[in-house]
């Protein structure tokens, strides 16, 4: 992974949308993130040609089935020669060591596998939230650092998390497990239905290894001038 990567989420319609929003930024090579409004309308050939484009590729599909199911899906995604991928870590250790597996066995000889990391609870996901309709006893800080060491049992490369939560993961878990976090606002960029947003600089504070910005750079007015701004308080404060 490149120092500090700031990964643009993509989260777009359409291949259309994305082409008149890359085109702005020239021949600048950025490492974007693909979900699923747009992989299920776009489907994998626009993942390769965003490759082709020199984009590193974090292909955010958040897999939550059952191992066997996961296996044949990562070594399908493998296939695509993308950098980043993910599952859900409350899908417990065996599926993520499945994912981790599928991932290899579709990867050509001579290729790096994609790095796999978990999700462990989405930023949306508020306190409330977690004791009242997920019925889940611990706090939030509890039950991330929980899912960590799931996380870790299956040897993944790092989590997704609120870039709150890691400081906590860093004092458990070593420097080189990765922690990618979204909600991420510049401070005049409304939170919209994010719970736990932190600004570019805060995140780098708290030790974030990189950080995933949709809305704030692509509905912006100006998304060459926000992305510039995002990088500059994510590299430079
Ligand atoms: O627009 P915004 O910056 O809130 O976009 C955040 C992106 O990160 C979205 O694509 C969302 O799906 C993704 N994401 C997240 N929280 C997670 C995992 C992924 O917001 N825990």
């Not at 994998?44 to 590729?57: A, C, M, N, S, T």
């Not at 599926?95 to 949306?124: F, H, R, Y």
């Not at 420097?175 to 409304?190: C, K, M, N, Q, Y």
Request: aromatic share 6%.
């Amino acid at each position: 992974m490149q120092r500090r990567p700031l990964i643009v989420a993509l989260d777009f319609a359409t291949k259309q949308e994305v082409i008149t929003f890359l085109s702005a930024f020239r021949n600048e090579k950025l490492f974007v993130k693909v979900g699923m409004e747009l992989f299920y309308r776009e489907g994998p050939r626009f993942v390769y040609e965003l490759k082709e484009q020199g984009h590193d590729i974090f292909l955010d599909l958040k897999l939550h089935d059952i191992p066997t199911t996961v296996k044949r899906a990562m070594k399908q995604l493998a296939n695509l020669e993308v950098d980043l991928v993910n599952v859900h870590a409350l899908g417990g250790v065996d599926m993520m060591k499945a994912a981790k597996e599928g991932l290899d066995l579709g990867t050509a000889m001579g290729k790096k596998a994609p790095s796999c990391i978990a999700v462990t609870q989405l930023t949306s996901t508020s306190s409330e939230m977690l004791a009242n309709e997920l019925a889940i006893p611990a706090s939030l800080d509890d039950h991330v650092i929980h899912l960590c060491d799931q996380v870790k049992k299956a040897d993944l490369a790092g989590v997704v998390c609120s870039a709150l939560e890691v400081p906590k993961i860093q004092d458990s878990f070593s420097s080189s497990f990765l922690t990618v976090t979204p909600g991420i606002r510049r401070l005049e960029d409304a939170a919209n239905d994010q719970s736990r947003v932190v600004t570019p600089g805060k995140a780098k504070e708290l030790g974030s290894t990189a950080i995933v910005v949709g809305r704030g750079i692509t509905r912006a007015t100006e998304p060459i001038y926000a992305y510039e701004q995002y990088v500059k308080e994510w590299r430079n404060t």
